[in-house]
């Protein structure tokens, strides 16, 4: 079945430096992946998706993430961040069951950029 | 602009009564779902429907129920609140059963159970 580990519960990182945000997954079948970022007190927003094509996505906000999947991976990185990305991030993969498509979730890692 | 709603922001009741979340989306999306996120675990799917009075359970159904009677609008019922229900919901809507992958989330409710 279908699953998604986030690496770090916490990714504590300074204003304008680099950072990424891993993301394994395993699964038996064809493979459609997503990020999800959650700004304090509001719901989940799509930060980017892969469904099939080129393994570099980007997304919004200068996010990117790398489908490798002989790694089985897709770690979200963005090159400088900044106060307002500070937001829990989570990884996503559908699961295909009985006919109908659900998203898994990982337990999500929270980003607190700093001053 | 996208847009699912929820009732209420935050909700405080009391052990052994039923509870109503309501969820309202306005982009006429087939599927709907319930979910709820707690520290730690993530957001783990309750119950989810593809089509109006159309219900499935999700992965953590047990001490909840759904309603829907209208393509727009998705119900979550707490037969009988418990504390271990206090969390925070989310409800979300997708277009329709093949294209079901970009999910748009409401804002979330924050219920406690006392």
């Known amino acids: 079945a279908q699953s998604v580990t986030q690496l770090d519960s916490q990714v504590p990182v300074f204003e304008e430096a680099p950072v990424e945000l891993r993301c394994n997954y395993s699964s038996s079948v064809s493979v459609y992946l997503f990020w999800y970022v959650q700004y304090p007190n509001q719901g989940l927003q799509l930060l980017l998706k892969y469904l099939s094509g080129s393994t570099l996505v980007k997304g919004i906000n200068g996010f990117e993430a790398e489908f490798n999947k002989s790694q089985t991976s897709f770690h979200l990185r963005k090159p400088s961040v900044h106060i307002s990305d500070t937001a829990e991030y989570f990884c996503a993969v559908i699961r295909f069951s009985g006919g109908y498509n659900k998203l898994i979730f990982g337990a999500g890692t929270r980003l607190a950029v700093h001053p | ?114």
């Open chain 2, 1 to 114: 602009d996208v847009k699912v709603t929820q009732s209420s922001r935050y909700l405080v009741k009391r052990t052994g009564e039923k509870v109503f979340l309501e969820c309202v989306q306005d982009m006429d999306h087939e599927n709907m779902f319930w979910y709820r996120q707690d520290p730690g675990l993530g957001l783990r799917l309750i119950y989810f429907s593809y089509d109006v009075k159309m219900k499935e359970k999700g992965d953590i159904p047990e001490g909840y129920s759904v309603s829907r009677e209208k393509k727009e609008r998705f119900s979550l019922i707490l037969e009988s609140a418990s504390t271990n229900q206090t969390s925070m919901y989310l409800c979300a809507s997708s277009g329709d059963r093949r294209s079901s992958y970009e999910q748009y989330f409401g804002p979330g409710t924050r219920l406690t159970v006392t």
